[in-house]
């Protein structure tokens, strides 16, 4: 489905099409664009449009008597060509009225410089009008079109201008922050951050991006993750973190940050606990790119529709803000193994639907997705070209260990030079990140119960009061090593990729 622009639809006007249905969520756009569109045509002028209250209007001029859609199909053939006649409601007249469907064919039929364009939110259309309809989507506004909107604004707008050339680079940062926003939006967000008396470039910035997470909250199955981490905050995964380092040092952080050279996507699949969805966060944060966190259990709960059109509807919300992360966390949770082939249905679908998306997708969307048990997943999920790259992120070494406890006492603000952390790494062994983490905060409260600063021994108490993970799920774990050996790349360790 072809996306609708000003060039497009002159295009398709002069070569003759009678009937147009555009599928959108944004009428007045969809409206801007079709009389852009009629303005450049010789002898249209401004076009007709229809509503079910008003029928008629064009330049303030109302025909009368046209509210009914059959007879406002009557008045579009009675005139004379060259014309553009814009249905806004049509759409929900079409489906069950042979009338109108009979009256828009005769029109086709009949139609001399002349073309009507539907507009509806839905893709379906009746059965009968599939071969006299052209069928657009109204697509988001790209770049050049949103630099060109913001240069328009920053004219009008005194404080935008001044903001600008306070910040020489403001420009480009707006333009990013507006990508996957209408430019009605892009205008509400700058107007927002004026009324709250934020002039500055990173209150516009944010404030686009606060428009953002706003639409991605209506979705329902996805949510924006306020997001603060970075990769000095993640212990050990040397591999991981060379790996991001070589694509930024290949490509540009701004080339990144911007969609034009974004990587497609990185699996990371391992023990639970182990700082898998921490780091999807760090990647999001040092690419400078917003987070978005699918949930796969609100795709297949109906409360959204079907788990397909939610499916595709996160798809579209991520594409729709790119450049952006979209984080799928457990992911075999919604696609694996059973129930894949053998019960087919939704969790074929769901399937399909993503390997269609993902081998597809041209959007700079970079999907980041973890798994703790990733032998559940279908073969076609984790074969190479759906994903950049597969890391296995086991639990940390000794040396990990060590920088995960000096990261957590650091959050702590403890002065680390009392604490003997090569002891701490050794006693730990075989604990996760999380449970490290929990160690600390456990001995942190303990200390606070007593109202005194926190000591070594605090935490050699609460490290074997903690049964580790790898000891209660000694099988599952090694069976979750057994199959990630030469399969995946580990996050940790000696590798050369």
């Given at each position: 489905?072809?996306?609708?622009?000003?060039?497009?639809?002159?295009?398709?006007?002069?070569?003759?099409?009678?009937?147009?249905?555009?599928?959108?969520?944004?009428?007045?756009?969809?409206?801007?664009?079709?009389?852009?569109?009629?303005?450049?045509?010789?002898?249209?002028?401004?076009?007709?449009?229809?509503?079910?209250?008003?029928?008629?209007?064009?330049?303030?001029?109302?025909?009368?008597?046209?509210?009914d859609?059959?007879a406002?199909?009557?008045?579009?053939?009675a005139q004379?060509?060259?014309?553009?006649?814009?249905?806004?409601?049509?759409?929900?007249?079409?489906?069950?009225?042979?009338?109108?469907?009979?009256?828009l064919?005769?029109?086709?039929?009949?139609?001399k410089?002349k073309?009507?364009?539907?507009?509806?939110?839905?893709e379906?259309?009746?059965?009968?009008?599939?071969?006299?309809?052209?069928?657009f989507?109204?697509?988001?506004?790209?770049?050049?079109?949103?630099?060109?909107?913001?240069?328009?604004?920053?004219?009008?707008?005194?404080?935008?201008?001044?903001?600008?050339?306070e910040?020489?680079?403001?420009?480009?940062?707006l333009?990013?922050?507006?990508?996957?926003?209408?430019?009605?939006e892009?205008?509400?967000?700058?107007?927002?951050?004026?009324?709250?008396?934020?002039?500055?470039?990173?209150?516009?910035?944010?404030?686009?991006?606060?428009?953002?997470?706003?639409?991605?909250?209506?979705?329902?199955?996805?949510?924006f993750?306020?997001?603060?981490?970075s990769?000095?905050?993640?212990?050990?995964?040397?591999?991981?973190?060379?790996?991001?380092?070589?694509?930024?040092?290949?490509?540009?952080?701004?080339?990144?940050?911007?969609?034009?050279?974004?990587?497609k996507?990185?699996?990371?699949?391992?023990?639970a606990?182990?700082?898998?969805?921490?780091?999807?966060k760090?990647?999001?944060?040092?690419?400078?790119l917003?987070?978005?966190?699918?949930d796969?259990?609100?795709?297949?709960?109906?409360?959204?529709?079907?788990?397909?059109?939610?499916?595709?509807?996160?798809?579209?919300?991520?594409?729709a803000?790119?450049?952006?992360?979209?984080?799928?966390d457990?992911?075999?949770?919604?696609?694996?193994?059973?129930?894949?082939?053998?019960?087919?249905g939704?969790?074929?679908?769901?399937?399909?639907?993503?390997?269609?998306?993902?081998?597809?997708?041209?959007?700079?969307?970079?999907?980041?997705?973890?798994?703790?048990?990733?032998?559940?997943?279908p073969?076609?999920?984790?074969?190479?070209?759906?994903?950049?790259?597969?890391?296995?992120v086991?639990?940390?070494?000794?040396?990990?260990?060590?920088?995960?406890?000096?990261?957590?006492?650091?959050?702590?603000?403890?002065?680390?030079?009392?604490?003997?952390?090569?002891?701490?790494?050794?006693?730990?062994?075989?604990?996760s990140?999380?449970?490290?983490?929990?160690t600390?905060?456990s001995?942190?409260?303990?200390?606070?119960?007593e109202?005194?600063?926190m000591?070594?021994?605090?935490?050699?108490?609460?490290?074997?009061?903690?049964?580790?993970?790898?000891?209660?799920?000694?099988?599952?774990?090694?069976?979750i090593?057994a199959?990630?050996?030469?399969?995946?790349?580990p996050?940790?360790g000696?590798?050369?990729?």
């Amino acid at each position: 489905m072809e996306n609708l622009n000003v060039q497009g639809l002159v295009r398709l006007i002069g070569a003759g099409a009678a009937m147009i249905y555009v599928v959108t969520d944004n009428e007045r756009r969809t409206e801007q664009i079709a009389t852009q569109a009629a303005s450049r045509i010789k002898g249209v002028g401004s076009p007709w449009v229809w509503t079910c209250t008003e029928g008629f209007t064009r330049d303030g001029a109302v025909a009368e008597g046209t509210d009914d859609p059959g007879a406002a199909l009557d008045f579009a053939l009675a005139q004379p060509g060259p014309l553009v006649f814009l249905f806004k409601d049509l759409c929900w007249f079409w489906g069950d009225n042979p009338y109108i469907i009979r009256k828009l064919k005769e029109f086709s039929a009949r139609a001399k410089a002349k073309v009507v364009i539907v507009l509806g939110q839905e893709e379906a259309v009746p059965a009968g009008l599939r071969e006299e309809l052209v069928i657009f989507h109204q697509g988001l506004p790209l770049m050049d079109e949103i630099k060109g909107f913001l240069e328009q604004l920053k004219g009008r707008d005194q404080q935008l201008a001044m903001a600008c050339q306070e910040r020489p680079g403001l420009m480009d940062d707006l333009v990013v922050a507006a990508q996957g926003l209408d430019l009605t939006e892009v205008e509400r967000g700058m107007r927002a951050a004026r009324v709250a008396g934020e002039a500055g470039g990173e209150q516009l910035v944010r404030s686009l991006f606060e428009t953002k997470r706003a639409i991605i909250r209506k979705s329902g199955i996805m949510e924006f993750v306020i997001n603060d981490a970075s990769s000095d905050q993640v212990g050990g995964m040397e591999n991981l973190k060379q790996w991001m380092t070589r694509r930024e040092r290949a490509f540009g952080l701004e080339g990144i940050s911007s969609g034009a050279n974004l990587p497609k996507g990185v699996l990371m699949m391992g023990i639970a606990g182990c700082g898998k969805s921490l780091f999807v966060k760090a990647i999001a944060s040092s690419w400078r790119l917003p987070l978005i966190r699918l949930d796969m259990a609100a795709v297949y709960d109906g409360s959204y529709g079907t788990p397909e059109s939610s499916l595709r509807k996160a798809f579209k919300t991520a594409e729709a803000i790119a450049p952006c992360v979209l984080w799928i966390d457990e992911i075999e949770a919604g696609i694996s193994t059973q129930g894949f082939k053998a019960e087919g249905g939704p969790a074929s679908r769901i399937l399909g639907s993503f390997l269609t998306w993902m081998q597809e997708k041209r959007a700079p969307v970079f999907v980041a997705a973890t798994a703790n048990a990733i032998e559940m997943l279908p073969a076609e999920i984790i074969r190479k070209g759906r994903f950049d790259e597969i890391f296995y992120v086991g639990l940390p070494d000794v040396a990990a260990r060590e920088e995960i406890f000096r990261i957590h006492l650091g959050k702590q603000k403890i002065n680390l030079s009392s604490f003997d952390l090569p002891l701490l790494a050794g006693s730990t062994r075989g604990f996760s990140g999380a449970e490290i983490e929990q160690t600390v905060l456990s001995a942190a409260f303990e200390a606070l119960t007593e109202k005194r600063p926190m000591v070594q021994q605090d935490l050699m108490a609460a490290i074997s009061r903690t049964v580790p993970l790898s000891i209660t799920m000694a099988e599952q774990i090694k069976k979750i090593e057994a199959w990630a050996f030469k399969r995946a790349v580990p996050a940790s360790g000696k590798y050369n990729p």
